[in-house]
């Protein structure tokens, strides 16, 4: 989904750093300071993660930190909300399945 | 809250977190679960990584509807500390 | 283990109220919030507050953020960022977890909690499909990240968070497809309905959404009709072509902190539902421990940051910072400020509950009191509307101009005619030709003698409900005068499609007018040329769509 380059009432987007994250082994521009679903959005991805139970997609919800439906595996860490949590030069996130852990990834991706 | 046809609630889903149907809770009230608390022990609805913040109030109108009670007297299950999830290794630290 | 005198937990509007309070009479306070940054739910309301000077009316969200936390600073408020509070134990014992890896105990002598409200679920088949969220989840995204949640968006509630909303993710690029309301009418102010039917989206009263269908997101919407009961009507379904869903069906106290402190709570559906009940000084049933701002009932910024204010000076009061006179002479102004902000009939409601949680408070019957609510009760009517007035109606009311002035040049036509508290037009006129008086809520009066036709009050109204028509701006045409907050701008000598109130096409217009003066704060005004004929009826313009 699209960046708000100007707007009407917050005007042009500010000057910020660029930098760059790895999402499921791509490469992804990011911007210093925004939170890791901004980012990710911003980028067209919307599914951050797969439920254990029915394998279903899941994504940005409550925007608070609280529903964790946008919990996904950051530098190795399972359930990291992306929506509290701010992007990092470098940093490494994946597609959650299920809880997190290798076999789960494997069943079904 | 509009009413729904209950055989379409077998695709819907109450409690995100856990992923329980809203026809697995509408079959729990029917075996006699009928608090918050009890479903939530009867089905994990409200025990997942939100810990019922997002389907407490949701459970609450689906028990409303079926047992007619009113929504003031069905209570919210015990919020117990930590409030938020905390690491063990943040727990077990030893601090000034 | 540090001590404190004064623990506030959550630095939205209520709780920096309450800090800045507290310290400006000498208490020591320490402010926490969960989040990296403070403010609650202030920065990203872009649109200008509703309300009296006091309260900052007609300034933008973020600007009394930022006007809050220059006072906290000024007032040496320690705020904590990405500090959890985990638990109340006994003794005033507070558990902390720093930055997710520091634990740490505190010890204080009064807490006041302002964990503000929490945005309520709505579940049918398909909502958990990413694409699906929170209004507020989106406002976000817009407003602070700039990122759109998507293209194509459907709004799920017509309250004022639902239309703000909407007109916010307009404001922000998007296309929103249509706002769904289970109600019969329009649950929100009729002026932010008012801004978003001119811009063109379709407000559907007694509908309701069905079913959002799509692979890995969001591809389409079902919405039905409801009948007079709120059940769906078989057959009426309609697909609509959608990305992103946004629900917006209310708020709940986010009373899980009150809870574990062992707060006693009590049901208002008026006020968002199950909250903790608290007396006129703002303090619950745990001596100690106040609270502030939507946890005490959800409402709105000005009345959270009053009562975050009134529980900080109780504070100050209890540790002896205020002498008991001077502390009823606060307190008395602040009661007279919330009372007045919950006035008109769309106050009413939340008057009358917290008329009740401060009775049951006290725990003894009050007859009296409790006989004015239901004659309160009684009497108000809140006129309910499925669409926007018509002419007739606007004309009816004291801001419309009669048509013989409105045939002698410039005059204002102030189409407001709900009563909510608000008074930010009667400021702005230099000729004074605008009235409210004697209370908050009244409708403004428009003098047409005074009224030259300025048009400073166009940009000073926050619910965008004031015109300016020029019926003689030259022999053959008229002149329309009205907000437009969006980008591009049209450009001078440009054509456009003059629109009515509900965004339908009346003509072409001409642009002969783009003003966008420093002090209207970012709302530009445009002035449009257009046949005599239709003076009555453009209101807005087709907005132009970006050739990007």
Known sequence: MKRIKEHPILGKEEKRKKIKIVVNGKNIFAYKGETIAAALIANGYRDFRYTHRFNLPRGFFCGVGQCTDCSMIVNGVPNIRTCVTRVEEGMIIETQYGYGDKDEKNERS | MPKDNEKNSIKKIICRCEEITEEEIREAIREGYTTIKSIKRRTRAGMGLCQGRTCSTLIRDIIAEMTGDKKEDILSDTVRPPLYPVELGVLGKKNK | ????????????????????????????????????????????????????????????????????????????????????????????????????????????????????????ALSFPGWTLPGVMSAGAAQTLINIERVLPGERILMVGSGNVGLIISYQLLQA??????????????????????????????????????????????????????????????????????????????????????????????????????????????????????????????????????EGRLAGISVAASLGYIDSNR????????????????????????????????????????????????????????????????????????????????????????????????????????????NINPYITDLPYL???????????????????????????????????????????????????????????????????????????????ITIACDKKCINQIRFIERIKDDA
């Open chain 3, 327 to 434: 502390f009823a002479k606060l307190k008395e102004d602040y009661w007279d400020r919330l009372n007045k902000l919950r006035g008109g009939p769309f106050g009413y409601k939340r008057s009358i509950a917290k008329k009740r949680i401060l009775l049951s408070s006290q725990q003894k019957e009050m007859r009296d009191q409790e006989r004015d609510c239901i004659e309160l009760e009684e009497n108000t009517k809140l006129k309910n509307y499925k669409s926007i007035p018509s002419l007739k109606e606007f004309q009816e009311f004291p801001g419309y101009p009669s048509l013989s002035r409105i045939k002698k040049g410039a005059v204002a036509c102030i189409e407001c005619i709900q009563e909510i508290p608000c008074d930010p037009c009667v400021a702005a006129c230099p000729f004074k030709a605008i």
């Open chain 3, 173 to 306: 690029g998007a296309d929103v497809v249509g706002i769904v309301e289970a109600a019969p009418s329009i649950t929100g102010y009729l002026v932010h309905a008012g801004k978003v039917m001119r811009a063109g989206i379709p407000i559907y009263t007694s509908h309701t959404i069905k079913e959002v269908r799509g692979k890995k997101s969001v591809e389409e919407a079902v919405i039905t009709t409801l009948d007079k009961r709120w059940n769906i009507i078989e057959g009426t379904e309609k697909t609509v072509s959608a990305d992103t869903v946004c629900i917006s069906v209310g708020l709940n106290p986010n009373g899980q902190l009150a809870s574990l402190a062992g707060c006693e709570f009590k049901f208002f559906p008026e006020l968002g539902g199950f909250l903790p009940l608290h007396d006129d000084n703002m303090e619950s049933t745990k001596k100690g421990i106040y609270i502030a701002g939507d946890l005490s009932g959800i409402e709105e910024a000005n009345s959270a940051l009053d």
């Open chain 3, 447 to 525: 003098d047409e003698n005074k009224c030259k036709g300025c048009g400073v009050c166009i940009a000073s109204c926050p619910g965008q409900a004031i015109f300016v028509l020029n019926y003689n701006y030259s022999s053959e045409k008229a002149a329309i005068s009205f907000p437009y907050e969006y980008l591009p701008y049209p450009k001078i000598g440009g054509k456009a499609v003059g629109v009515n109130r509900k965004g339908e096409p009346v003509a072409e217009v001409e642009i002969v007018k783009v003003d966008k003066r420093a002090n209207f704060d970012k709302t530009t005004v």
């Open chain 3, 1 to 120: 283990m540090r001590e404190v005198e004064l623990l506030v937990v959550g630095a939205g509007p209520a709780g920096l109220g309450a800090a800045i309070e507290a310290s400006r009479y000498g208490v020591k306070v320490l402010l926490v919030d969960d989040k990296d940054k403070p403010g609650g739910q202030l920065f990203k309301q872009i649109h200008k507050f509703f309300g009296s000077k006091e309260h900052l009316a007609g300034t933008r969200g973020f600007d009394i953020g930022l006007h809050l936390l220059k006072e906290a600073d000024s007032q040496g408020v320690e705020i904590s960022l990405q500090t959890k509070v985990l638990g109340i134990m006994e003794k005033g014992i507070i558990s902390l977890l720093v930055e997710e890896k520091e634990m740490k105990l505190l010890k204080a002598k009064r807490i006041v909690l302002a964990t503000g409200g929490v945005e309520k």
